[in-house]
């Protein structure tokens, strides 16, 4: 972490820079110009240095740290970088589309210090306490309904009917539900990121209110062997409020990271023969696909809130205490080069090199191989029995979800030989098919 001039300006006896940047042009990282190329954006803000002026929704700006080491001195540096948003929110609308994403809440994301590991202890010693192979079954009991719906099709979006759906059906089971009540889950959860309207928000909201306090009270009268009653009964005793707290985090952190890296590791495999030149015996695996988008095209582009306790001097430009700065993981990975699907990415499955996809520091993600096996066993499951799946249009003219913090796809359509339910043998998604991992 850089507090100090940079060694050119250090050598001379020159002062830093004041604290400004004036005349800056700020790039915005929203609309539909960023979603259909951001790495060009990417470059072109290379000419800053280490971070950039951006900004994230309109007239609310941030400076985007989008080179590897600073970013890592950043998320390795809490004592001179905190979570706490407070200062900044007195400058932002409340009404603005990223107060969502960014506004302070009790939970392990926005909070420093003791606190912090005290909330992010739960978190990862629940998630360490499912069996894998509990987790694999589970994900394989939910990838089949969902194929189940759309394999006699012989078409299907696998953004909205699979890798969008699959991660919150799966969560609802590990916080202790039945399928059944996940419609609450899917409303709220959906609603939040996804809608277009204020009237929309309020009520995805409130569906997913609903569907927290509804789960937090079940389990109070009927603990079970799930993440809720975890959060429950771990030796940190969170109080009811602080548990509500990390069950909206985990699940709303889960939901979209997840489903995006669902999504893009398929649309990657479906244009790269190396995957699907034959499904059986491809020189690359679901595994090597995820390893390659969390490199090239991290489902998270752009998030790891920061804002300077201080004044602080850091790769070349001063910020104020209180101003929010962002990661970009998708420049900051990419700083060396990117490959593109289909291209080559050095070794069969190496992945190109280092990420930081699931950020790092005392902040880094608590659920990356979970979060890995639930998306390998995804893939697994859904190209075992649909193994001659081909994208309907070309992977230039997908869409892409405009927004300045993630990386999904708008839909995936795919077409493949049709399975019928009642095909000779039964229901091919209930035999044993390829395990994960």
């Given amino acids: 972490m850089s507090t100090v001039p940079a ?31 951001p790495y060009a954006v990417y470059d072109r803000l290379r000419k800053y240095g280490a971070l950039a002026p951006v900004e994230i929704a309109p007239g609310v700006g941030a400076m985007l740290v989008i080179d590897y080491r600073a970013a890592l001195d ?17 400058n932002v609308p409340e009404d603005s589309a990223v107060m969502p994403m960014l506004r302070g809440r009790p939970n392990a994301l926005f909070t420093d ?6 909330y992010r202890k739960v978190i990862a010693d629940s998630f360490g306490r499912q069996e894998p192979h509990e987790m694999r079954r589970n994900v394989q009991e939910v990838a089949d309904s969902l194929i189940a719906s759309f394999a006699a099709d012989g078409e299907a979006d696998l953004i909205g009917q699979f890798a969008r759906v699959l991660p ?10 039945p399928d059944e009540e996940s419609e609450l889950l899917i409303q709220g959860i959906m609603g939040m990121f996804d809608g277009k309207t204020p009237e929309e928000a309020a009520a995805a909201d409130a569906a997913y209110t609903r569907y927290v306090t509804e789960l937090t009270q079940l389990k109070q009268r009927e603990p079970g062997q799930d ?22 985090l985990t699940l709303g952190a889960s939901y979209e990271p997840l489903s995006n890296l669902i999504g893009n590791a398929l649309s990657r495999m479906l244009v790269d023969d190396r995957y699907y030149g034959n499904l059986s015996g491809g020189a690359l695996t679901a595994r090597d696909a995820l390893h390659d988008v969390l490199r090239n095209e991290p489902p998270m582009a752009n998030y790891s809130a920061h804002y300077p306790r201080r004044d602080v001097y850091f790769h070349g430009v001063w910020l104020r205490a209180g ?6 993981y998708a420049a900051a990975s990419t700083q060396s080069g990117r490959s593109a699907p289909g291209e080559s990415t050095g070794a069969a499955g190496s992945g190109g090199g280092a990420h930081l996809a699931w950020a790092a520091g005392p902040h880094a993600c608590p659920a990356q191989q979970p979060a890995l096996l639930i998306a390998t066993t995804a893939i697994e499951r859904l190209t075992a029995w649909l193994s001659d799946i081909e994208l309907t249009v070309p992977y ?4 892409w979800r405009p927004g300045p913090f993630q990386r999904g796809l708008v839909s995936l359509p795919a077409r493949f030989s049709p399975v019928s339910p009642d095909s000779a043998g039964g229901k091919p998604w209930k035999r044993s098919s390829r395990q994960s991992g």
């Fill in 323 to 328: 101003q929010l700065v962002l990661v970009s």
């Fill in 168 to 177: 919150l059906l799966y969560f609802n089971r590990a916080f202790g539900l």
């Fill in 113 to 118: 210090g003791e606190t912090h590991a005290r």
């Fill in 396 to 399: 230039d003219k997908l869409a």
């Fill in 227 to 248: 993440l809720t009653s975890w959060f429950m009964q771990h030796p940190a005793m969170l109080s009811a409020e602080e548990i509500v707290h990390q069950i909206v």
């Fill in 7 to 37: 060694p050119g300006q250090q050598s001379s006896g020159q002062m830093p820079p004041p604290l400004s940047r004036p005349n800056h042009e700020v790039t915005p990282l929203y609309g539909e110009e960023f979603a259909a190329d």
């Fill in 74 to 90: 950043l998320l390795h540096d809490p004592a001179t970088w905190s979570k706490d948003s407070s200062i900044w929110l007195n």
